[in-house]
């Protein structure tokens, strides 16, 4: 399975073709640059701003890069057993911690008693 950079990577330039084919039968049609309302201007740029999006992405920088992981499978499991692993411990390490409390509370109990 590929990460999910991967498959938005892929979605961006799908995106983009298609926005160029667009304004691609759009000019053979007939219609101009410039002309209003501006569209083949718009499907311009929204072809361009997906294929750096995509480009970006691809190079794991760019605003997209923070959202979608570049992980493979193996390494996002082996980071998630990490995470769990150390979630374990702190559990422990609190739960050890009020223990402690509770034993110190009930000797000052005893002592004022």
Not at 33 to 44: I, M, S, T, W, Y
Not at 68 to 93: G, K, L, N, P, T
Request: proline fraction near 4%; aromatic fraction near 8%.
């Amino acid at each position: 399975m590929h990460p999910p950079s991967v498959a938005v990577e892929r979605l961006l330039y799908g995106t983009g073709v298609g926005l160029f084919l667009g304004m691609g039968f759009a000019l053979q049609s007939g219609r101009t640059l410039g002309a209003n309302p501006p569209l083949l201007e718009v499907f311009l740029g929204a072809g361009a701003l997906c294929f750096v999006l995509g480009w970006t992405l691809s190079n794991g920088v760019g605003p997209l890069a923070r959202w979608f992981s570049h992980e493979s499978e193996e390494v996002m499991a082996q980071r998630v057993r990490s995470e769990i692993e150390e979630v374990h411990r702190s559990e422990d390490v609190t739960s050890k911690w009020a223990e402690l409390e509770a034993k110190v509370l009930t000797q000052d109990l005893g002592e004022e008693a």
